[in-house]
């Protein structure tokens, strides 16, 4: 039995349409529909007039005929010859009758004559209608003669076959439609040209776009483009080169934590060797340590590397923004610092306003990017030293944590806030704390600037926030510092 996902496939699919049939739908069908009712309007009028001719014909007949009804007497008769009789009803096509008739009598020509059938035309003095007689269609025209020699009213009836007219008609049909067939056909492979012709660039995009791979992407070329699509192709362009940079960033990321993870992973394999091997007493003791160490930097550095995924524009479309007090956030995020502080002869201290500093935020991200702060801090102060925390609410919200260490070359720059850099190749760290603050602060719209620390020496790291009221932009929308 079908599930429902296939069969909204399958309905999906239906309603799938093509491009190329739509465009020659709409530009067909109104010439056809054109062309069609011009052929119709054509071939009525063709015939109308063709009609009218042999109604013509048929006028004449009947007036003729009357000029030859004389009165003998008291009698009523057709004075016509038998040459001229011949010559009136030869014809190859259609076979003519006729009759003269008064009141009480018919004087000459067929005993019964057909009833008028559907409309009646009054052509000039004459009544002409259609009927039937003797099995065959006919065309009928009756005048009634009222001469003032004849003393008396007398119709005058002709009627014709019309093979002859049928014949005409169709000449007419074949003389109009012929010529309408062949211009649609010719409409049809023109339009036909033009529209595969004009669908052609969106097939060379389609493709550059299937031989693209995840090894190399590039721009589709958008020479020959149509005006109208080459929105789309700069569109897609802007697309591929977005994906690009971030299937670079990610081989290079993933390259970058293979290679900072081959490290710990070394160390915690020759240490539980070291500690498997080596007897009970000191060295069992320095290897369990390292062993313990070696652990704690792996589970730090992978958290880390979890922490800067979650902190890509995925992970903020799946938190939401909230409102947070910045000295709240200081005050419980530096309590949980002040043990490690304390154990390294550190006094680590708050200076913040008292009253909150509300800003719109990922509290969790942004927990971990002032984590961060205050653990570079630590790992580059001085020993004894100090490490301030600090909130400012003016000229914007913000938050700062500076220390008292040697700071930074300024020949660096922002070059700590890239991915596995470390400004002192011999310690411990991956590189990556500075990293994930900034992406944190990219997806806050924060600025985020460096400074100089605790009198006139050390590190200044400092966070600029947008007012609660600005919105905050998604970092797939706006320029990383």
Known sequence: MPTFAAWWRRRKLRRLYSLRGRLLLWMLLPLLLVLSCS??????????????????????????????????????????????????????????????????????????????????LKYYDTLIFDGEFKGTPVRVAILV??????????????????????????????????????????????????VNRSLRPLSAMSRALDAQNH?????????????????????INDLLTRLDEALASQRKFVANAAHQLRTPLTAIRLNLDRLLTSAPGREHQEAEA????????????????????????????????????????????????????????VELSLEAPDQPVWIQAHATLLREALSNLIDNALKYGSRPGRVVIGVSAVPTPGLWVQDDGPGIDPAVGDKVFERFFRNDEGGDGAGLGLAIVKEIAVLHAARIELGQGLEGRGLRVSLSFPLPEERIVPAAHHDRP
Request: charged fraction near 20%.
């Open 39 to 120: 052929g119709v309007i054509a071939y009525y009028q063709a015939v109308y007039y063709a009609y009218s001719e042999y109604d013509q014909t048929l006028y004449d007949h009947v007036h003729s005929l009357s000029q030859l009804v004389e009165k003998h007497g008291k009698r009523v008769s057709l004075n016509m010859p038998r040459q001229a009789k011949r010559m009136f009803l030869w014809d190859d096509f259609d076979t003519t009758y006729y009759q003269i008739s008064t009141a009480n009598r018919v004087v000459a020509g067929e005993k019964k004559f057909p009833m008028p059938h559907g409309r009646i």
């Open 145 to 194: 003669a009222d001469h003032p020699e004849l003393g008396q009213a007398v119709q005058v009836k002709v009627a014709q076959t019309q093979h002859r007219r049928e014949k005409l008609t169709r000449k007419i049909l074949l003389s109009v439609l012929a010529p309408q067939l062949a211009l649609i056909v010719i409409v049809i492979l023109v339009v036909s040209l033009g």
């Open 215 to 235: 090894q190399r992407i590039a721009p589709i070329p958008g020479t020959g483009v149509p005006r109208e699509v080459l929105p789309l192709v700069r569109a």
């Open 290 to 345: 390292h062993l313990r160490a070696s652990v704690e930097r792996t589970i730090r550095l992978s958290r880390q590397l979890l922490m800067l995924a979650r902190a890509e524009p995925e992970g903020l479309r799946q938190t939401p923004l909230a409102l947070l007090d910045l000295v709240d956030l200081a005050r419980e995020e530096g309590m949980e610092w002040v043990p490690p502080a304390l154990a390294m002869g």
